[in-house]
């Protein structure tokens, strides 16, 4: 059973197809072989006992009339290729054949044919199943007997056998074909079901299942209906994270000015009031980049492509994406070259990759130690390594989810806005490539984006 479960839906209904048609072929056969054999059997068995009353009949007639040398009467019987005959006369064997009627005839058929009774008797010999046919003859002190081989109805049976197996196997090919047609029509709307929902979770929201009637149209409207409802909903939440994000930068702007004005005068401010300046420069820092990640979402919600495509040296692009004051503290790995780093992409989100993933290093995992660019075979691979402790395999997909934070950001210090590494992943499926975890050599985490190499 378990085997089975393991099978898909269209084949485990194929295999009951084929399981039910073996059952019948099974049944069927069996009852047509028993019947058969049978009833060949009793033909059998009917024909001989007359040939075999016949037969001592004319035996008797003849040693009734004074021939007593059996021998030509043996020979003048009405026997078969499959038969042999055997006269005991007065105490004295004879055969059609040069067998010992000792060594043809079961004992039990002699002792009651000897007591004055017909007797018929199926056995089995080391030269196959026998019938044989004992006749006392009274009035002239003689006893017939007949032994008729099986050997032709055993073939017949063999033969019944064959193509009945024969017939049980295109049964079952046969119930297999059924099945296998009968359930790709029956499971075709449950694909499409499938099919629709891998690709509404690809982000293509415009899917829709064909209408169809009966209870199957009923569950593509019902299908339908909810997918548009989930995609009005999406566009909502999208519409007014765009909204509320753009209504927040005119404060911000504001925000931010007053704040440059505040810092001119830093001097004049007192210890308390300048420790409140900073904190303040801060939280709007951090703000200003939470209201540019909540645009930058939303346009990819709403599916707004405003990339710019261009051939971009990927080496270089780390170069100009990490400031120059950082780079002495981090060890960068360019061993893909110029020639080799090339892709397609929009410069701005690939910039915003590089700065989202050593930003998430430096919040999370201890410390940017190494960016690396380098070439495996079709896919440019730009490597971000931390100095932190390592991405449990359980997180490596979940933190890629938008607010998936850091546990410096549950414990109260600054864990960023939780939506870097989510644009990571969106800028990665908007480039037609993909990012990913794996363990640093020597301890941490390796962050992996890789993008399909430009063509020369």
């Known amino acids: 059973m378990r085997r089975l479960g393991r099978l898909g839906l269209r084949r485990r209904v194929t295999v009951a197809f084929a399981s039910g048609a073996l059952l019948v072929a099974a049944v069927l056969s069996a009852v047509t072989y028993e019947l058969s054999r049978t009833y060949l059997l009793r033909q059998r068995e009917s024909s001989a006992t007359r040939q075999a009353f016949v037969n001592a009949g004319f035996v008797r007639d003849r040693l009734q009339q004074g021939q007593m040398d059996v021998a030509p009467i043996l020979e003048s019987l009405g026997t078969t290729e499959d038969s042999r005959s055997f006269v005991r006369v007065r105490g004295q064997w004879y055969a059609t054949t040069v067998a010992d009627a000792a060594d043809v005839l079961p004992e039990n058929v002699r002792a009651v044919v000897a007591d004055g009774s017909a007797v018929s008797r199926m056995y089995e010999t080391a030269a196959g199943p026998r019938f044989t046919i004992g006749v006392p003859i009274r009035a002239v002190d003689a006893h017939y007997f007949e032994v008729f081989s099986l050997d032709e109805l055993e073939r017949t049976l063999r033969i019944l056998t064959s193509s009945l197996v024969a017939a049980a196997a295109v049964a079952v090919l046969a119930g297999a074909a059924l099945g296998h047609r009968v359930s790709g029509r029956v499971l075709q709307p449950l694909d499409d079901v499938a099919t629709a929902a891998a690709e509404i979770s690809a982000g293509r929201l415009d899917t829709r299942l064909p209408t169809a009637e009966g209870e199957l149209g009923v569950v593509a409207t019902s299908f339908n209906a909810m997918v548009a409802a989930l995609q009005q909903r ?6 007014f994270a765009s909204d509320v994000s753009h209504e927040l930068r005119s404060p911000l702007t504001t925000l931010s000015t007053s704040l440059s004005v505040l810092e001119a005068r830093r001097d004049e401010l007192t210890q308390p009031s300048r420790q409140a300046l900073d904190l303040l420069r801060a939280e709007v820092g951090r703000f200003q980049t939470l209201v540019a990640d909540l645009l930058e979402i939303s346009r990819h919600d709403a599916e707004l492509d405003d990339s710019v495509l261009s051939l971009i040296s990927l080496d270089e692009l780390v170069l100009h994406s990490i400031p120059r004051e950082r780079l002495p503290d981090i060890a960068l790995d360019l061993s893909a070259g110029p020639d080799r780093a090339l892709v397609m992409g929009d410069k701005r989100r690939l910039q915003r990759v590089v700065r989202n993933l050593t930003d998430n290093a430096d919040r999370h995992g201890g410390g940017t130690v190494r960016v690396g660019v380098v070439r495996d075979g079709d896919e440019v691979r730009l490597e971000v390594d931390d100095a932190g402790a390592g991405v449990a395999a359980a997180e490596r997909d979940r933190i890629f989810e938008r607010f998936a934070r850091g546990l410096h950001a549950r414990s109260g ?19 037609h490539g993909r990012v990913w975890i794996e363990d640093r050599p020597g301890g941490g985490a390796r962050f992996i984006f890789a993008l399909p190499a430009a063509r020369e």
């Open 234 to 239: 999406i566009a909502r939440d999208a519409r």
């Open 413 to 431: 210090d600054d864990g960023g806005t939780g939506l870097g590494l989510s644009l990571v992943a969106e800028h990665a499926r908007v480039h």
